[in-house]
């Protein structure tokens, strides 16, 4: 009867132990997987963000990247196919809502938990050596010739590449565009001489412009930058179809377990509030907005109905949002 007993307790003393196991998250090293190449606005976020968060939980945070596909549907597909266990998280922005009417991505953005950390306004740019040393100058010549003006804005369904089709349909003007995975490698093309002009976000051009490298035409909302134009102020036209928005942070699978996203949750808030994360915004000219959650998940569901139909109404869309079920904005 003694020996019975103590086969019970050992058992039950087994079972508790790996119920505490089960519970513990996490008890290994998290790897975050960006959509967009190395370099660009979401990867130097993602790098950021997730070395903070590190020194809030018990273990490392890797961060890797995943590139290609429509609007970055290769990384997205390669985390949403992992376990829903927090330990494969997913680096993004914006521009991954419209994967869906894309054709990449099968799934409505609902299928993601994300934490956004913040973002930085889209602009026009050349180089030194352009012909185009002005705004006005870059849509004359592409208002007489059509598709001459080689654009490159990140890849197709970014949020640059949505700010090129809104900027020409705004201005009544067509781009070439010249499609590239990441903004860093659509920074490359044009310091290369492989395109004409580049729209990114001024985070992402900041250190070329300063260098000289990178020669700002106008910003594309409705406030100037510093010593950069608005679009808005020299082609009023352009304000029905912008400004567009980023949001950049990362996510998790929506359906991984609540204590996944409350230990994620928890260093998150931590790492925004951290001194080197308001230091890091101020130097790369970024607004950070710390939303995660339900917050968070609304933000990306009004995104993915405006860019979703934006995408539709300018002729660019291969699925009908309809389809998808994305309400129309």
């Not at 059509?146 to 201005?171: C, D, T």
Request: proline letters at 6%; aromatic letters at 8%; hydrophobic letters at 45%.
């Amino acid at each position: 009867m003694l020996r019975a007993i103590a086969c019970v307790g050992a058992i039950l003393t087994a079972m508790a132990a790996q119920g505490a196991a089960a519970q513990s998250y996490p008890d290994k090293s998290i790897t975050t997987v960006v959509v967009w190449g190395e370099g660009g606005g979401t990867d130097s976020i993602n790098r950021m963000i997730m070395a903070e968060m590190a020194k809030f939980l018990p273990v490392d945070i890797e961060v890797t990247n995943v590139t290609g596909g429509a609007a970055g549907s290769n990384g997205m597909n390669f985390v949403h196919e992992k376990p829903a266990d927090g330990y494969t998280l997913v680096g993004l922005s914006e521009s991954n809502v419209t994967a869906g009417v894309l054709g990449g991505f099968g799934e409505r953005f609902d299928v993601w938990y994300p934490f956004i950390v913040g973002g930085s306004p889209d602009l026009v740019s050349s180089t030194p050596k352009s012909q185009y040393l002005t705004f006005e100058a870059l849509i004359e010549d592409a208002r007489a010739n059509p598709r001459k003006v080689r654009v490159a804005a990140g890849g197709a369904g970014s949020i640059h590449h949505l700010n090129m089709l809104a900027l020409a349909k705004g201005a009544k003007v067509e781009f070439e565009f010249i499609p590239h995975n990441g903004s860093g490698p659509s920074h490359e093309a044009a310091l290369n001489g492989d395109v004409d002009v580049v729209i990114t976000s001024l985070a992402e051009q900041y250190d070329l412009i300063d260098q000289g490298q990178l020669y700002p035409l106008a910003m594309l909302t409705p406030e100037p930058g510093s010593e950069i134009p608005s679009a808005f102020d020299l082609f009023p036209e352009v304000a029905e179809y912008l400004p567009l928005k980023q949001a950049i942070g990362f996510a998790i699978r929506a359906d991984a377990p609540d204590r996944v996203k409350t230990a994620l949750e928890a260093a998150f808030e931590q790492a925004m509030q951290a001194d080197a994360v308001a230091q890091w915004a101020l130097f790369n000219a970024y607004d950070l907005s710390g939303k995660s959650g339900a917050e968070a998940m609304d933000t990306f569901a009004k995104l993915e109905s405006n860019f979703a139909w934006t995408l539709h109404d300018l002729g660019a869309a291969q699925v009908n949002p309809a389809s998808l079920g994305i309400p129309k904005p």
